[in-house]
């Protein structure tokens, strides 16, 4: 633990003056949205394996030769498990003489200081609520898996190929759909969604799907649908995340957030696999020679059941991008 700022600003010595939890501050950190727009799947593979039936079109003319198509195949697709983990080693002692002492004890047992339970259940700083704010805004929009170096700590963001990767990749295979909108301006944001829409196969426009972007696109769509006339403060008529005419919505996604990528696709086409998902909440405590240790890790992944029914706002980099 790194308490050398308190020490320089508030000595190295303990001395009891009415401290307590409440006056350790922390700047919020982001909840877990990504998930709730997904169908979970609890499996105990590191590979989830699928296949897509396509049948192309059968019906023709009647003559008495047989002329068959031969329009039936099976496709596979696999989408994989990512394995995360934590790996945390304090030195409860650094508090005592400071300031923080507060959080230390009388226990022989560092583990049984005050301290852990404070690390690991703050609401807003603690280990599983930065858990939960590194895998929504690093690894499930923008994370692009990095094979880790043996003995060397990984970097945030680099332990799984996220959506926004998983989605250039269906594009530049060309087994996603792209829709060419060019780049996003906050003065044509609303006609640039309802294009979007108008852009998905019709047999798809009437299912239910999020319109998924950066929480700035979306209060961005909000504020240009008000421009055009569709709030009205004497009626109380509110704007709301409706694409007008469909059964589509626009949905803000912190995991995009910095990006101008969009997409689409049915919830039950996205999926998120987990396996030991209880472990990333169980954090293992150990204790040796006065040193604690946490850990924890798990296995999880997000995927597309069929490339064919997505779209997306990205383009091949030999269009000019997004």
Known sequence: MDVSEIVTAFGAYYESSGQNKNRILGMLTQGLVTPGICTPIKTDDTIYKLAQLTIQKIVQSFQKGWTPKHATAFTPNELKLYHFKVDEDIWPDDIEATWLGFLSSDSVSRQEWPLIKFLIEHPDQGYLAKINSDME?????????????????????????????????????????????GALEEATIFDQVELFV???????????????MSPKWVRAYFRDKRANGFYDYKSSRDINSEIDFTPQAVKALPSFSGTDAIFATPKVNLLHLTKKSKNKTNIKIEEYRRNVSFYCDWWEGLGFGMDAAVWTNLRKPAGGGI
């Open 137 to 181: 805004l690093e690894e499930y929009g923008k994370g692009v898996y990095q094979e880790p170096a043996a003995g060397v700590a990984g970097d945030t963001g680099k332990s799984m190929n996220g959506l926004i990767t998983q989605l250039q990749a269906g594009v530049n295979a060309e087994t996603m759909n792209s829709i060419n909108l």
């Open 198 to 212: 108008d852009n998905i196969a019709e047999t798809y426009q009437h299912i239910a799907m999020d319109l998924c």
